[in-house]
């Protein structure tokens, strides 16, 4: 399985990306290994969608990054967002 996933930083701001272990990557996260996440913790989890397919995750992390998709993932997900 491959994951497109979405994660709220410390800063009130949402991270997105993709991968094939969803856990290692968090776990990464976590960890301060991401390069862009690692100033910005603590960090969480808030949403995740699964694909059988690499190329279907890559384009909805995509998706999420556009103007238009982080407006459709407010509007998912405005009660996690909620300090």
């Known amino acids: 399985m491959f994951y497109a996933y979405i994660l709220l930083l410390s800063n009130g701001k949402l991270y997105s990306g993709y991968t094939g272990d969803l856990k290692r990557r968090y776990s990464e996260h976590k960890n301060g290994k991401g ?49």
């Open 35 to 83: 390069k862009f996440t690692r100033k910005l913790r603590p960090l969480k989890l808030i949403y995740y969608e699964a694909f059988i397919n690499k190329k279907d995750a890559r384009r909805r992390e995509r998706y999420f990054k556009t103007t238009k998709g982080k407006a459709t993932l407010r509007a998912m997900l405005k009660h996690a967002l909620v300090k």
